[in-house]
């Protein structure tokens, strides 16, 4: 097998890495951002109201721009109930992944978290690329925007799909031991 293809289809090194930011950067933007189109107005102090305010006109995106279809409110309810959670739990595992079990229930959790995001961003892609608001430009900026959280959830499918142990380094320590 490819060692390369090996440690890009793991949670090691750069790649956890990269996940790691994506989930502590991810936080902020679903409680401070997103949560805003469910949670009271009164949660949110006016800084925060401008900022969305700021980048829903901006980028015209309107997704983020109220009355909010009920659709995306359901699915930054799921996002905020269900996904905050695990990607407190992904931090803490991606930082403590030499004593997590990457082929027990982080990697269940990471194939659960990872196939509700795919199936979340489908529709909020589609909306975004087919409505006759935007202009191309807006188009192509919004999927900019959005498209990560399309990918990584995607790449963490398919991690723990391809793997018994989503920390390839921690299994090869594991078989090293036993052999």
Known sequence: ?????????????AT?????????SHVPITLLMNGQT?????????????????????????????PFDIWFES???????????FFIYAIKSLVNWQTTDGSGRFRTACLIYGAHAVTTLIPILAETIFNNVNSL????????FYLPYLI????????AATNDNVFLEQSETIKAKVA
């Not at 097998?1 to 090194?13: A, D, E, I, Q």
């Not at 699915?75 to 959670?85: A, G, K, M, R, S």
Request: glycine residues 4%; contains cysteine; hydrophobic residues 55%.
């Open 152 to 159: 990584f959830p995607a790449y963490l499918v398919l991690i």
């Open 75 to 85: 699915f930054v309810v799921c996002e905020v109930l269900l996904q905050v959670p």
């Open 16 to 24: 956890r890495t990269a996940f790691l930011i994506f989930f502590i």
């Open 137 to 144: 430009t807006e188009k192509c900026i919004l999927v900019g």
């Open 38 to 66: 469910t949670l009271p107005e009164a949660m949110f102090p006016d800084v925060l109201r401008g900022l969305l305010s700021f980048y829903a006109t901006q980028f015209n995106d309107t997704l983020m721009t109220a």
């Open 1 to 13: 097998s490819n060692p390369f293809l090996s440690k890009m289809l793991s949670l090691t090194g």
